[in-house]
């Protein structure tokens, strides 16, 4: 069944960086665009930034484009979200989905906490 696996997320000040993983499992995952969503406090779960099966397309919410970066590596099942000049409303758990697939289970997702 498929299982996704999220990590990498933390503390971190304002204006810093992290760099989220997904390991993915359970599906042919070179076949599948995926995408990263957070959901802050309170707040509905949104998406962030989706990349294409190959890896040669990206797209991002207006407010992370231009400090996130995602990217995949199809040999190692896994996808990652470089997030840099972090703010305050980044704060959130991060999770990994198959973009087209609203029927997967949802991994454990990874708190990122961006403090002042």
């Known amino acids: 069944q498929v299982q996704l696996v999220e990590s990498g997320g933390g503390l971190v000040q304002a204006g810093g960086s992290l760099t989220l993983s997904c390991a993915a499992s359970?599906?042919?995952?070179?076949?599948?665009?995926m995408s990263w969503f957070r959901q802050a406090p309170g707040k509905q779960r949104d998406v962030v930034a989706t990349?294409?099966?190959?890896?040669?397309?990206?797209t991002y919410v207006d407010s992370v484009k231009g400090r996130f970066t995602i990217a995949r590596d199809n040999a190692k099942n896994t996808i990652f979200l470089q997030m840099n000049s972090l703010r305050l409303e980044d704060t959130a758990v991060y999770y990994c989905?198959?973009?087209?697939?609203?029927?997967?289970?949802w991994g454990q997702g990874t708190q990122v906490t961006v403090s002042s």
């Open positions: 989905r198959r973009t087209r697939k609203p029927a997967d289970p």
């Open positions: 990349i294409t099966s190959t890896g040669g397309g990206t």
């Open positions: 359970g599906f042919t995952f070179s076949d599948d665009a």
